[in-house]
Every structure is written in structure tokens, then in C-alpha cells.
């Protein structure tokens, strides 16, 4: 026997030996119960359960049998080095054999060294005749002679109306991109390179991370289920396939899945861990707006609980509206669900008022200009809870009112926003486009841009007492929030204009210069982006800082070619910085001479200051040691990988760190090919990933949905690459937590641990940094370095998960499963 501790026939299985089995056997995790059920049997019995089971013979061996690969987690990676470390020390094979289960990655070749070694057979009672056929030997053979072929795999991620997305990949050159083929029932449809970026196939595969690809097709038949497949282009083997039924059939094709998921309890594990990919394939590309609300509707979402009589005084501005467009709107202020309103017509000229009086609207109140139409015909109530403001270039959807009532249920919120697209008049559902999905409030986001749109709902008493243009609603709700009232977003569609309503970047910085509390020590700008992402309307605010001083902190072991350019950089935007620059290097028992004679000269210099650190790496530590020998008021943690790009960045991200409820500042990182690397992250509420980079690859000119990459915004977490906080804040929260967050999660945990603490943390790109994180540098998927960050990842979820979840600034409407802000989920 090779492992002592697997010696004799009477080995138990133990709680490691089941969840290897299930990894090895089935390619999935098995939930607690099941564990349980196995543990403390004999473990060659077990094994053979496995083996010898209705999953096998159905999964894999049936495949085998065909020479197909199975679908599922045996393909989608290669063997875990925690598995085939256990198949070598815990069962009883030769030497030899163990060497190889250590070495060997692909599955096929690990089954046929295990059941073809003598020791295993005898152990366990397995060989190529138990549980294989024949057919399925003879397959396993084929497969692992020709492993080149079947270590190309692919998988189909989504698909809408004009595209299939996914990603393919042979796991033998990572480097190369394959061309795939779309096969739609049996006929060829389309071709295309498979060599778009995305870090997070980089991260789960290494390589240069260049292995999407959308294939274009022509559509699916309504009433229609087609097969798709996606193939090969050199070989012509099926890589992956798919079903998808026509657009109008997708709400039952959710019924359907669910329905299975009731039916099947004894694999609902594995159905499970399907579904969100599967309900995620209902969902509509954001291009396809206008199918989505035809399918689900957007108006949805809020409950309808006690506010049933609340009285509305609804606003109309209607300076400058066409009959038509005055018409529509009131006509859905009428078809309310909620029926306590006064809707009070204004702004009107005479011919306004002539049109409303033709269509039998009975108007009561002032008069030319403004006319009013209550709920009953009656006289008008001047009496009221809530003011809705609304322009005449909109309409409402039915249950609006109702949905707004439903908001100031709790007594606090002073005004609340919902959602809104733009129709086409007298178009059909499918025409409506632009959705303007908001995230929950952000007060630093409101201040550069009025993203909370015209048609807002004020508590009694807070609604402006002149609307003198459309930006009134969004500037109130600034000085509302400004004097710490909380305001209340409406997930859900609730007004549709007839064209995306402009913005007027002057009008607003007017607007933004009499709300802000502190407009006298700001400068606020019109905006525009250093890379040309401009956002229409936009301004920029600009605080000077108070601090004397940065101490912007850099890690390193070696590296010149990285940490001279990053060095370099800072000490340049000295000059164009109000703040002094306490530059200090942790150098990590550097022993290359050009880089220990580059520190030299710096130091001789006195510009920069030099931290020796020896023993394990420990990123959290070094920064933790670093900090206790810092200057300055704000600390900045670096990357030796970056480079300076914003000259004023230091004097931007003191300005924000000081502000009392501000914790933790990240910066815009952009590759070196120009395109964004990150801007902030999103919580996608699930463990595995809880955390995604927004906007990685796109251009840097790209300013992002609603200008999230071009404007200062509340995120979630922020990347350590290049992070900013308040040394008194930092020391307040206890530093990095080096025992748990070593090398991966620090930075995120901190963010959590300030925002826990009431400290918002913000993406802010007006200070931005080339990240020279190199696509092609590529990861090791069995690496030290990516057990370290699923196993932070997991802890992350566990300590932060229940509490931080779900992302208030990515609206519910987006899909988890897909990249942010590309594809909308099914609703509810």
C-alpha cells in the first residue's frame, strides 16, 4: 500500500474522504446531510456506491460510451489540486501511480490511471469492468489517447434576440483563441472567434483571459424549442450545448424549469446550482428593452400595504408642452389604481387649457394658468400627504401613485424616485427603450448629476414651492438630503417619458450651487472626463483639501521594471499637488541590486522612505507596519504595478477621505491598453463571486450606464490596488485584519468594516491610475495564489454576505449572473 493511512480494508470514510468522492465521482459539493450519511462507513464501499450509482451511469459513463464528454463540473474545470492530492495519499495505489494522480490535471487520464492500477483494484473491487462497459472504457481510452481535442471546452452564458454569448477555451493553450461554429437543429448558422476579454474567465482559467465570443443568429420560431450547439471549427466536436425557446414562451419556460425542480428532490443539488444560469437566460440583453417590459412588465415591484388613503396633490408641469403631450399625461394620472389624488395642471397657456376643457376634463381651482382635476370631478381638495411632481413630457404608470404611497409607509422619507424608460406614442410595450434603472440614493452621485430624474414624490410640506424648470424636483431632493433627510428609491418602472429628458450642465451647477450646505468652500465645475467619458449635464465638484499631507504607501520585493515607472509617477504629481507627499517603500527583502540601488538613490534623496520587512508575504501586515510610521492625515495604499495618470489625484483623494462620513476611496484603474480594469465593485449576492470589478474592459471613454465610470459614486467595496482612507479612520477600525485577510479580501473587508460603521466608501475617477496588472500574465488554476482567494472569498461571505448582499446602487432589475449593467433577470 502507498498511504499508510489508507492501509487496510477497514479504512472509514471521514467527512475530507465524502467530499473528495463527490468532487472526483459526480463534480459537484454535496450539502451537510449528505456528508453525514456516508461518514464512518468503509470507505472502498463507499467509493463503489458512487461509482456503481444511477449519477455515474447516467452522467459520465453513458457519455463516455458515445465519446462525449459529460456536461457539467467534471469538464467545466480541470481536477482541483486538493482532489488529486487525496486520491494519491488516501488510496492504496503504486508509486508510480500516485505520481501521476499528483501530476495529472485532466479527469479522463486520472480515472484510467486509478482503475487500471492493481493495488485500487484489489482495495476496492473497481476496474474497467466495474462500473464501465464496455463502450464506456473504450471511450475513456479514446478520450484521454486524444486529450488535445476534448480539453476544449465551452459553455453558452446567454442568449437574446440577435446573439449567443458564452465563452470557449482549450485548456492545453490558453493563448490560443478558437473559432467556434453556432448549429441551430443540426444547420450551420454562424462562426466567430472566441477571443473577447473578460478577467473573470482569466481569474478561473489564467492565460490571456481572451475566450468569449458572441455568434450572431437569425432568431428562434415563436411556440418553437430549438437545440442549439455550439462546435469545434477545426474538428468539428461538439463543445457545448443549449435549448432556448422563442422569446414570447420565456415566462413558461421559468414555470416549466421550476416545475422540474419540484419533481426532482432526489438531484436537487445539482438543479440548483443550474438554476441561476438557467433563470438568467430568461432574462433580455439591455438592448432588448423593450421585449423585456412586453414580457414582464417594469412597473412591478413595490408592495401595496396602508397607504391606500393617502391623499396625492399630483404636479404637472406643463410650460411648454404640446395638447397632445398634456393630454396623455393627465389621462394616466385618471387611470390610477390609487384613487385619492388632485392633479393640478400648471404652467398652461390658453390653448392648453381650451384642448383640456374639449376632451371633458373637468377643471376646477385657479384657473388660467393652472387648472385642477380631482379624482371624483368634484371641487378640488387643497388638502394633501403627498405632492407628486411630474412633467407633461411623461406619462405614469397605473399603479404609480399607489407605488409612491407605498414608500412613505415609513415616516422618515422625505421624497422618493422610481425608474423610467421612454415610449414611443401610441407604440406597443416593445418600443419602449432607454431604461433609466437608478441605483438606491447616492447623495455624491446627485450632486454631480440630477440621476433621480423629474418625477419625484414629496412628503407635505418638503415639495418646492415654485417650479420654475425640471431640474426643480432633483435640486429639492439635493437640499433635502443635504439637511439629512432620507429619500426613498423606487425599484420599478413608474413613468415613461416621450423622449430622455435633456440636462442643461449650467443650469444645474446654478441648481447644485444654492443646495450644497458647503457651496462657498467647493468649486463645481462642468464636468468633463479626462479620457473624454462625458456625461450630458454633468458638473464636478472640487474640494480643497485640509490635510498637510499623503502618505501614499508602496509594498515591493524586486520589481524595478514595475516600481520605478509607479515611483516615478508619484513623486512627478508632486507639483501639481497642494498636499505634501510622504512616499514610503515596504521593501520585502528585495535582493535584486538594481532595484536596491534605485531605493538607495530615492533615499539619499529624502523622497521617499524606506521600511525593510522580512518573513512571509503579507500584504495586510506590511500596510498595517507601514501605517505606524506614516506622516500624513490621509494614507494611500499602492500597487508597485501602477502609474500616476490624473496629476491633481493626490489633492482629489484627500478632499475625500477627510469628509466625516466618508471611509475608503478607490481610484479608476485602467489597463495599459486603455481600457478600464476597474470602477468600483458590485455584491452579487451569492458566495461564490460575491464580488465582480465593474466595467472591466470597457474603453475608457466609455462613461458606463447612467456615467457610473465617469462620476463619483457609492460602491460597495473598493480594490486595494490604489485605495485611500483617513489615517484617524484607519487606526479607528483596527487597520487590515492580517490574521484572516493575508494576501486576498483585505481591502473589501475593510470597506465593509467602515460602511458597517456608518462610513460610505466611493469610486471616484477624477483621480486615475494605469494598473499594469498584464492580461496575459495569466493565473495558475491550481495555484497557491487562487486557493487563497476563493478561500478570502468564502470568508468574505460569510462575515459580510447576509448583511451586505444585495448591492443598493445595482438596481434589482439587472441580472447577478451576467456582467453589470448588460442584461436584465426575469421579474418578479
Same mark, same amino acid.
Given at each position: 500500500?502507498?498511504?499508510?493511512?489508507?492501509?487496510?480494508?477497514?479504512?472509514?470514510?471521514?467527512?475530507?474522504?465524502?467530499?473528495?468522492?463527490?468532487?472526483?465521482?459526480?463534480?459537484?459539493?454535496?450539502?451537510?446531510?449528505?456528508?453525514?450519511?456516508?461518514?464512518?462507513?468503509?470507505?472502498?464501499?463507499?467509493?463503489?456506491?458512487?461509482?456503481?450509482?444511477?449519477?455515474?451511469?447516467?452522467?459520465?459513463?453513458?457519455?463516455?460510451?458515445?465519446?462525449?464528454?459529460?456536461?457539467?463540473?467534471?469538464?467545466?474545470?480541470?481536477?482541483?489540486?486538493?482532489?488529486?492530492?487525496?486520491?494519491?495519499?488516501?488510496?492504496?495505489?503504486?508509486?508510480?501511480?500516485?505520481?501521476?494522480?499528483?501530476?495529472?490535471?485532466?479527469?479522463?487520464?486520472?480515472?484510467?490511471?486509478?482503475?487500471?492500477?492493481?493495488?485500487?483494484?484489489?482495495?476496492?473491487?473497481?476496474?474497467?469492468?466495474?462500473?464501465?462497459?464496455?463502450?464506456?472504457?473504450?471511450?475513456?481510452?479514446?478520450?484521454?489517447?486524444?486529450?488535445?481535442?476534448?480539453?476544449?471546452?465551452?459553455?453558452?452564458?446567454?442568449?437574446?434576440?440577435?446573439?449567443?454569448?458564452?465563452?470557449?477555451?482549450?485548456?492545453?493553450?490558453?493563448?490560443?483563441?478558437?473559432?467556434?461554429?453556432?448549429?441551430?437543429?443540426?444547420?450551420?448558422?454562424?462562426?466567430?472567434?472566441?477571443?473577447?476579454?473578460?478577467?473573470?474567465?482569466?481569474?478561473?482559467?489564467?492565460?490571456?483571459?481572451?475566450?468569449?465570443?458572441?455568434?450572431?443568429?437569425?432568431?428562434?420560431?415563436?411556440?418553437?424549442?430549438?437545440?442549439?450547439?455550439?462546435?469545434?471549427?477545426?474538428?468539428?466536436?461538439?463543445?457545448?450545448?443549449?435549448?432556448?425557446?422563442?422569446?414570447?414562451?420565456?415566462?413558461?419556460?421559468?414555470?416549466?424549469?421550476?416545475?422540474?425542480?419540484?419533481?426532482?428532490?432526489?438531484?436537487?443539488?445539482?438543479?440548483?446550482?443550474?438554476?441561476?444560469?438557467?433563470?438568467?437566460?430568461?432574462?433580455?440583453?439591455?438592448?432588448?428593452?423593450?421585449?423585456?417590459?412586453?414580457?414582464?412588465?417594469?412597473?412591478?415591484?413595490?408592495?401595496?400595504?396602508?397607504?391606500?388613503?393617502?391623499?396625492?396633490?399630483?404636479?404637472?408641469?406643463?410650460?411648454?408642452?404640446?395638447?397632445?403631450?398634456?393630454?396623455?399625461?393627465?389621462?394616466?394620472?385618471?387611470?390610477?389604481?390609487?384613487?385619492?389624488?388632485?392633479?393640478?395642471? =400648471?404652467?398652461?397657456? +390658453? %390653448?392648453?387649457?381650451?384642448? !383640456?376643457? &374639449?376632451? @371633458?376634463? #373637468?377643471? $376646477?381651482?385657479?384657473?388660467?394658468?393652472?387648472?385642477?382635476?380631482?379624482?371624483?370631478?368634484?371641487?378640488?381638495?387643497?388638502?394633501?400627504?403627498?405632492?407628486?411632481?411630474?412633467?407633461?413630457?411623461?406619462?405614469?404608470?397605473?399603479?404609480?401613485?399607489?407605488?409612491?404611497?407605498?414608500?412613505?409607509?415609513?415616516?422618515?422619507?422625505?421624497?422618493?424616485?422610481?425608474?423610467?424608460?421612454?415610449?414611443?406614442?401610441?407604440?406597443?410595450?416593445?418600443?419602449?427603450?432607454?431604461?433609466?434603472?437608478?441605483?438606491?440614493?447616492?447623495?455624491?452621485?446627485?450632486?454631480?448629476?440630477?440621476?433621480?430624474?423629474?418625477?419625484?414624490?414629496?412628503?407635505?410640506?418638503?415639495?418646492?414651492?415654485?417650479?420654475?424648470?425640471?431640474?426643480?424636483?432633483?435640486?429639492?431632493?439635493?437640499?433635502?438630503?443635504?439637511? =439629512?433627510?432620507?429619500? +426613498? %428609491?423606487?425599484?420599478?418602472? !413608474?413613468? &415613461?417619458? @416621450?423622449? #430622455?429628458? $435633456?440636462?442643461?450642465?449650467?443650469?444645474?451647477?446654478?441648481?447644485?450651487?444654492?443646495?450644497?450646505?458647503?457651496?462657498?468652500?467647493?468649486?463645481?465645475?462642468?464636468?468633463?472626463?479626462?479620457?473624454?467619458?462625458?456625461?450630458?449635464?454633468?458638473?464636478?465638484?472640487?474640494?480643497?483639501?485640509?490635510?498637510?499631507?499623503?502618505?501614499?504607501?508602496?509594498?515591493?520585493?524586486?520589481?524595478?521594471?514595475?516600481?520605478?515607472?509607479?515611483?516615478?509617477?508619484?513623486?512627478?504629481?508632486?507639483?501639481?499637488?497642494?498636499?505634501?507627499?510622504?512616499?514610503?517603500?515596504?521593501?520585502?527583502?528585495?535582493?535584486?541590486?538594481?532595484?536596491?540601488?534605485?531605493?538607495?538613490?530615492?533615499?539619499?534623496?529624502?523622497?521617499?522612505?524606506?521600511?525593510?520587512?522580512?518573513?512571509?508575504?503579507?500584504?495586510?501586515?506590511?500596510?498595517?507596519? +507601514?501605517?505606524?510610521?506614516?506622516?500624513?492625515?490621509?494614507?494611500?495604499?499602492?500597487?508597485?504595478?501602477?502609474?500616476?495618470?490624473?496629476?491633481?489625484?493626490?489633492?482629489?483623494?484627500?478632499?475625500?477621505?477627510?469628509?466625516?462620513?466618508?471611509?475608503?476611496?478607490?481610484?479608476?484603474?485602467?489597463?495599459?491598453?486603455?481600457?478600464?480594469?476597474?470602477?468600483?465593485?458590485?455584491?452579487?449576492?451569492?458566495?461564490?463571486?460575491?464580488?465582480?470589478?465593474?466595467?472591466?474592459?470597457?474603453?475608457?471613454?466609455?462613461?458606463?450606464?447612467?456615467?457610473?465610470?465617469?462620476?463619483?459614486?457609492?460602491?460597495?467595496?473598493?480594490?486595494?490596488?490604489?485605495?485611500?482612507?483617513?489615517?484617524?479612520?484607519?487606526?479607528?477600525?483596527?487597520?487590515?485584519?492580517?490574521?484572516?485577510?493575508?494576501?486576498?479580501?483585505?481591502?473589501?473587508?475593510?470597506?465593509?468594516?467602515?460602511?458597517?460603521?456608518?462610513?460610505?466608501?466611493?469610486?471616484?475617477?477624477?483621480?486615475?491610475?494605469?494598473?499594469?496588472?498584464?492580461?496575459?500574465?495569466?493565473?495558475?488554476?491550481?495555484?497557491?495564489?487562487?486557493?487563497?482567494?476563493?478561500?478570502?472569498?468564502?470568508?468574505?461571505?460569510?462575515?459580510?454576505?447576509?448583511?451586505?448582499?444585495?448591492?443598493?446602487?445595482?438596481?434589482?432589475?439587472?441580472?447577478?449572473?451576467?456582467?453589470?449593467?448588460?442584461?436584465?433577470?426575469?421579474?418578479?
Amino acid at each position: 500500500m502507498h498511504c499508510e493511512k489508507s492501509r487496510g480494508e477497514h479504512a472509514r470514510a471521514t467527512q475530507e474522504d465524502v467530499v473528495a468522492i463527490y468532487a472526483f465521482v459526480l463534480g459537484r459539493t454535496p450539502d451537510e446531510a449528505a456528508v453525514q450519511a456516508f461518514i464512518g462507513h468503509d470507505l472502498p464501499f463507499v467509493i463503489g456506491i458512487f461509482f456503481d450509482g444511477p449519477e455515474f451511469r447516467d452522467r459520465v459513463s453513458s457519455h463516455l460510451a458515445e465519446r462525449r464528454l459529460p456536461a457539467g463540473g467534471l469538464v467545466a474545470e480541470d481536477v482541483p489540486a486538493w482532489v488529486r492530492a487525496w486520491l494519491a495519499d488516501r488510496l492504496p495505489v503504486e508509486k508510480a501511480a500516485a505520481d501521476r494522480l499528483r501530476e495529472e490535471i485532466f479527469w479522463p487520464a486520472l480515472y484510467q490511471t486509478l482503475f487500471t492500477d492493481p493495488n485500487f483494484q484489489a482495495w476496492s473491487g473497481l476496474s474497467p469492468a466495474r462500473p464501465f462497459t464496455s463502450d464506456a472504457w473504450d471511450g475513456l481510452t479514446y478520450i484521454t489517447d486524444n486529450a488535445g481535442l476534448f480539453r476544449r471546452t465551452a459553455e453558452v452564458e446567454s442568449i437574446d434576440a440577435d446573439w449567443v454569448q458564452g465563452w470557449a477555451v482549450d485548456r492545453q493553450a490558453f493563448d490560443r483563441a478558437l473559432r467556434v461554429e453556432l448549429w441551430v437543429e443540426g444547420r450551420f448558422v454562424s462562426s466567430a472567434i472566441a477571443g473577447g476579454f473578460r478577467r473573470d474567465l482569466q481569474d478561473r482559467f489564467g492565460g490571456s483571459g481572451a475566450f468569449e465570443f458572441r455568434l450572431p443568429h437569425t432568431g428562434f420560431p415563436n411556440r418553437y424549442t430549438a437545440s442549439l450547439e455550439i462546435r469545434d471549427a477545426e474538428t468539428g466536436r461538439s463543445l457545448a450545448t443549449a435549448t432556448q425557446t422563442g422569446l414570447p414562451n420565456g415566462p413558461e419556460a421559468y414555470d416549466a424549469l421550476v416545475s422540474e425542480v419540484r419533481k426532482m428532490r432526489d438531484s436537487l443539488e445539482r438543479i440548483q446550482s443550474a438554476l441561476p444560469t438557467a433563470i438568467s437566460r430568461l432574462g433580455f440583453p439591455l438592448s432588448a428593452y423593450g421585449e423585456y417590459a412586453s414580457t414582464y412588465g417594469c412597473a412591478e415591484g413595490a408592495e401595496m400595504s396602508g397607504g391606500e388613503r393617502r391623499r396625492f396633490l399630483v404636479s404637472l408641469m406643463a410650460k411648454g408642452a404640446g395638447p397632445d403631450e398634456i393630454e396623455d399625461a393627465v389621462r394616466s394620472v385618471l387611470d390610477q389604481t390609487h384613487r385619492h389624488w388632485t392633479l393640478e395642471v =400648471g404652467g398652461l397657456d +390658453a %390653448h392648453g387649457e381650451q384642448h !383640456l376643457r &374639449s376632451r @371633458r376634463f #373637468r377643471l $376646477s381651482g385657479m384657473g388660467f394658468p393652472s387648472a385642477q382635476i380631482s379624482a371624483t370631478g368634484e371641487h378640488a381638495d387643497q388638502t394633501y400627504d403627498i405632492c407628486l411632481i411630474m412633467s407633461a413630457n411623461s406619462v405614469l404608470a397605473p399603479t404609480a401613485l399607489a407605488s409612491f404611497s407605498s414608500a412613505f409607509e415609513d415616516e422618515a422619507i422625505m421624497a422618493a424616485y422610481a425608474d423610467s424608460d421612454v415610449f414611443v406614442p401610441g407604440g406597443e410595450a416593445a418600443l419602449r427603450h432607454d431604461p433609466q434603472l437608478r441605483p438606491d440614493f447616492d447623495l455624491d452621485l446627485l450632486c454631480q448629476w440630477p440621476y433621480v430624474g423629474d418625477c419625484v414624490a414629496f412628503r407635505a410640506g418638503k415639495a418646492p414651492a415654485e417650479l420654475g424648470d425640471r431640474l426643480v424636483p432633483a435640486a429639492t431632493v439635493l437640499r433635502l438630503a443635504q439637511e =439629512g433627510a432620507r429619500i +426613498a %428609491h423606487i425599484p420599478a418602472v !413608474l413613468t &415613461s417619458h @416621450r423622449a #430622455r429628458p $435633456s440636462v442643461d450642465a449650467e443650469l444645474w451647477r446654478n441648481h447644485v450651487r444654492s443646495s450644497l450646505s458647503d457651496a462657498s468652500e467647493v468649486s463645481i465645475e462642468l464636468g468633463q472626463d479626462l479620457f473624454g467619458a462625458d456625461v450630458e449635464g454633468a458638473v464636478r465638484i472640487k474640494r480643497q483639501p485640509s490635510s498637510r499631507a499623503v502618505s501614499v504607501i508602496v509594498p515591493t520585493h524586486n520589481a524595478l521594471e514595475l516600481l520605478k515607472p509607479c515611483l516615478d509617477s508619484v513623486l512627478r504629481s508632486a507639483q501639481d499637488n497642494s498636499v505634501a507627499v510622504d512616499l514610503i517603500v515596504i521593501d520585502h527583502a528585495s535582493d535584486d541590486s538594481e532595484t536596491r540601488a534605485y531605493l538607495d538613490k530615492l533615499r539619499e534623496q529624502n523622497l521617499i522612505r524606506v521600511l525593510p520587512y522580512d518573513g512571509p508575504f503579507n500584504w495586510a501586515l506590511m500596510n498595517n507596519l +507601514a501605517v505606524e510610521q506614516a506622516l500624513g492625515e490621509v494614507l494611500v495604499f499602492l500597487n508597485n504595478d501602477t502609474v500616476v495618470i490624473s496629476p491633481d489625484w493626490l489633492d482629489e483623494l484627500a478632499s475625500q477621505a477627510e469628509r466625516p462620513d466618508v471611509g475608503c476611496v478607490g481610484a479608476r484603474l485602467l489597463y495599459e491598453d486603455g481600457s478600464l480594469q476597474h470602477a468600483g465593485f458590485i455584491a452579487r449576492d451569492r458566495e461564490a463571486n460575491f464580488l465582480i470589478h465593474d466595467g472591466v474592459g470597457a474603453p475608457a471613454a466609455n462613461p458606463g450606464y447612467m456615467g457610473r465610470h465617469a462620476l463619483t459614486h457609492q460602491a460597495v467595496a473598493v480594490t486595494g490596488a490604489c485605495m485611500a482612507i483617513q489615517t484617524s479612520k484607519f487606526l479607528a477600525l483596527g487597520g487590515f485584519d492580517a490574521a484572516h485577510f493575508p494576501v486576498e479580501g483585505n481591502d473589501v473587508d475593510l470597506c465593509l468594516r467602515a460602511w458597517s460603521k456608518g462610513l460610505k466608501t466611493l469610486y471616484d475617477p477624477h483621480f486615475s491610475l494605469y494598473h499594469l496588472e498584464s492580461k496575459s500574465r495569466g493565473f495558475s488554476r491550481d495555484g497557491e495564489r487562487l486557493k487563497v482567494a476563493e478561500a478570502a472569498g468564502r470568508l468574505l461571505w460569510r462575515r459580510w454576505g447576509e448583511r451586505f448582499r444585495r448591492d443598493p446602487f445595482f438596481n434589482p432589475r439587472f441580472d447577478r449572473e451576467a456582467r453589470p449593467f448588460t442584461r436584465l433577470r426575469p421579474w418578479p
